[in-house]
């Protein structure tokens, strides 16, 4: 079965410093991966994605995300967190065949504080 | 605006009472997902349409729930006979290809989500 895993339920980091938001995914074949971001009371907003070619992967806001094949992981990067990035943080996987069903991790609380 | 929307925002229903939510999906999208997200969880799928076909409602957790897209655009989410597991919020997302374009692996564009509540 496909499955997505946050291990962290919630990442604290200060202001300036860099962040990362781990993610490991379980797929047979290969997995288009994706990382959205949720603002309270708002719908998900997209980041980033992983399809093919380059493992570093630059998406909006200044986030990065590094595919690992051999460590089947996805790991969202910041090099400077910002107090707006405060928000709460999923990693989702699709199959490589068929439609765009997602599978969604249960999310990362990400606090950035001052 | 250009993006998917969903009303109502909130919805408060009594326990057994059928509700309607819907979504209006970005103009033009061939994709249309609904997804429920139970407090402190991610999205789980609930149900796929292609245009109007419904091509997949795997994830429709049982018979009263039902969804519809009779002409491609707007899609309803019916909740019949509501319980209080059925409290979550329910996500819309569209994106721009289907299954015969699956060369192109494009994004989902969501919705705010309607907050539902059954007491």
């Known amino acids: 079965a496909q499955s997505v895993a946050q291990p962290e339920d919630q990442v604290n980091v200060a202001e300036g410093n860099p962040l990362t938001v781990k993610c490991t995914y379980s797929v047979s074949g290969n997995p288009y991966l994706f990382w959205y971001v949720q603002y309270p009371n708002r719908g998900l907003q997209f980041l980033l994605k992983?399809?093919?070619?380059?493992?570093l992967v630059k998406g909006s806001y200044g986030f990065e995300a590094e595919f690992n094949k051999s460590q089947t992981s996805f790991h969202l990067k910041k090099p400077s967190a910002l107090v707006s990035d405060s928000a709460l943080y999923f990693c989702a996987v699709r199959l490589s065949g068929g439609y765009n069903k997602l599978i969604f991790g249960a999310g990362t609380r990400l606090a950035v504080h001052p | 605006g250009a993006g998917v929307s969903q009303s109502p925002r909130y919805k408060v229903a009594k326990r057994g009472q059928d509700v309607a939510l819907r979504c209006d999906p970005i103009?033009?999208?061939?994709?249309l997902f609904w997804y429920q997200q139970a407090l402190g969880q991610g999205p789980e799928f609930l149900t796929y349409?292609?245009?109007?076909?419904?091509?997949?409602k795997s994830g429709l957790p049982s018979d009263r729930f039902f969804a519809e897209r009779p002409e491609g655009s707007v899609s309803t989410l019916k909740i019949q006979r509501t319980q209080q597991e059925d409290s979550a919020v329910y996500l819309c997302?569209?994106?721009?290809?289907?299954?015969?374009?699956?060369?192109?692996?494009?994004?989902?564009?969501f919705g705010p989500g309607t907050r539902l509540t059954v007491l």
């Open positions: 103009s033009g999208h061939v994709s």
């Open positions: 349409f292609q245009n109007e076909a419904q091509l997949d």
């Open positions: 992983y399809i093919t070619g380059d493992n």
């Open positions: 997302a569209s994106s721009s290809w289907g299954i015969k374009t699956s060369g192109r692996v494009n994004e989902q564009f």
